[in-house]
Antibody, heavy 117, light 108 residues
Framework: EVQLVETGGGVIQPGGSLRLSCAAS????????MNWVRQAPGKGLEWVSV???????YYADSVKGRFTVSRDNSKNTLYLQMNSLRAEDTAVYYCARGRSGGFMDVWGKGTTVTVSS | EIVLTQSPGTLSLSPGERATLSCRASQSVSSSYLAWYQQKPGQAPRLLIYGASTRATGIPDRFSGSGSGTDFTLTISRLEPEDFAVYYCQQYGISPSITFGQGTRLEI
């Protein structure tokens, strides 16, 4: 079964760091492009980052320079390193598999990040 | 950045009725790169439509997508109780540029 499971969320103070993980099963992370998408409480979806099969990475302007996406091929796991966290980064963070048409066909259940003092 | 504007913000209908949801882009979007998702409370989004009009695996045929350029539509022909949810459109462009609309809430 194709599945994504996010972990690593929690409550963190402003300025702190957190690393999210997304473990994949049923397919190979490194052969696909993988996205992080977030959803602030009561708000819509916001794309955060993508890593392509070749390793290229891209970020939304709102997180550029603070967040880093990576993957561990041996663990078939995607990561999102989040530094210099702000209150506005509070959200549920989803990882999602991207397809060549730009759509995301497999989503995890999400992990919640709360940035608060 | 391409901005997607969805309308209406909230749509109130009854089971059995037809729902028409709109997604308008600030610039032309390739039809190949326009998708629709459904999200229920406390759940992750679910892919419904990709390539503007192709149903994802397992999606009932009462869901259909259409449109091109800057205007796209998601139609649900006969609403079932489980269809009441929030719907998002999403586009994928060069750079890459990936944006979602703000969502349409479909309520009873």
């Amino acid at each position: 079964e194709v599945q994504l499971v996010e972990t690593g969320g929690g409550v963190i103070q402003p300025g702190g760091s957190l690393r999210l993980s997304c473990a994949a099963s049923g397919f190979t992370v490194s052969s696909n492009y993988m996205n992080w998408v977030r959803q602030a409480p009561g708000k819509g979806l916001e794309w955060v980052s993508v890593i392509y099969s070749g390793g290229s990475t891209y970020y939304a302007d709102s997180v550029k320079g603070r967040f880093t996406v990576s993957r561990d091929n041996s663990k078939n796991t995607l990561y999102l390193q989040m530094n210099s966290l702000r209150a506005e980064d509070t959200a549920v963070y989803y990882c999602a598999r991207g397809r060549s048409g730009g759509f995301m066909d497999v989503w995890g259940k999400g992990t919640t990040v709360t940035v608060s003092s | 950045e391409i901005v997607l504007t969805q309308s209406p913000g909230t749509l109130s209908l009854s089971p059995g009725e037809r729902a028409t949801l709109s997604c308008r882009a600030s610039q032309s979007v390739s039809s190949s790169y326009l998708a629709w998702y459904q999200q229920k409370p406390g759940q992750a989004p679910r892919l419904l439509i990709y390539g503007a009009s192709t149903r994802a695996t397992g999606i009932p045929d009462r869901f259909s997508g259409s449109g091109s350029g800057t205007d796209f539509t998601l139609t649900i022909s006969r609403l079932e109780p489980e269809d009441f949810a929030v719907y998002y459109c999403q586009q994928y462009g060069i750079s890459p540029s990936i944006t979602f609309g703000q969502g349409t809430r479909l309520e009873i």
